[in-house]
């Protein structure tokens, strides 16, 4: 049962435009989301959180929108520039299955073309 | 360099031998994570200690695997027995708070052959 769901494996965006990534959740139980940023052999880098009471939160060129009725969420990345090419992840946490725990997504590979 | 510290970066071992990766987290974070990717896949739960008392572990965890945190600083994570499955990128995190922002490692990556 996958209760983080990334449906878009890969986006390709020329540079200088918007990159918009995409996240849906099943359990309504989560509080806390987050967006990470995984180049190939490291880890993955926190970029942007969002606590459920919010619906907008903004750093930089990140912004994370959080739609709770429709259990969405979504990274904006404005401008795109071609070090931003990695896989993103989004993560749920909150209580699931009778204990606490953080939730990742799939992964979405974003390629940004120069 | 104060970030989270996880060694050796990759592990290549015979099917039934035992692997250790150690994992030090950021010095003033006092939860750390373990977690198991796998290709194509998103970051999986494995275990998560509060201080030195490891609080949960997930189902994946088999009896093979075993986390220790002594004295609440470094943490290790023991494979026994490994088998081809096993092979993975294992990641250690640690947070300041629990479960919010979770900072992670490199990453220790096992092949088993």
């Known amino acids: 049962d996958q209760q983080v769901k990334q449906n878009s494996p890969s986006l390709s965006v020329q540079e200088g435009r918007i990159s918009i990534l995409n996240c849906d959740y099943t359990?309504?139980?989560?509080?806390?989301f987050l967006w990470y940023k995984k180049y190939p052999a490291e880890g993955p880098t926190f970029l942007i959180s969002i606590s459920s009471i919010k619906d907008k939160n903004e750093d930089g060129r990140f912004t994370v929108f959080l739609n709770k009725s429709a259990k969405h969420l979504s990274l904006h990345i404005v401008p795109s520039q071609p070090g931003d090419s990695a896989v993103y992840f989004c993560?749920?946490?909150?209580?699931?299955?009778?204990?606490?725990?953080?939730?990742f997504g799939t992964g979405t590979r974003l390629k940004v073309l120069a | 360099d104060t970030g989270v510290s996880q060694n050796p970066r990759h592990k290549i071992t015979k099917r039934g031998q035992n692997v250790t990766f150690r994992c030090d987290p950021i010095?003033?974070?006092?939860?750390l994570y373990w977690y198991r990717q796998t290709l194509g896949q998103g970051p999986e739960f494995l275990t998560y200690?509060?201080?030195?008392?490891?609080?949960?572990k997930s189902r994946l965890l088999s009896d093979r695997f075993s986390a220790e945190r002594p004295k609440g600083s470094f943490s290790t994570l023991e494979i026994q027995r490994t088998e081809q499955g096993d092979s993975a990128m294992y990641l250690c995190?640690?947070?300041?708070?629990?479960?919010?922002?979770?900072?992670f490692g490199e990453g220790s990556r096992l092949t088993v052959l």
């Open positions: 359990n309504s139980m989560f509080d806390y």
């Open positions: 995190a640690s947070s300041l708070e629990l479960w919010r922002e979770l900072f």
């Open positions: 200690f509060q201080n030195e008392a490891q609080l949960e």
């Open positions: 993560a749920a946490s909150g209580l699931t299955s009778g204990t606490y725990k953080y939730i």
């Open positions: 010095s003033e974070h006092n939860r």
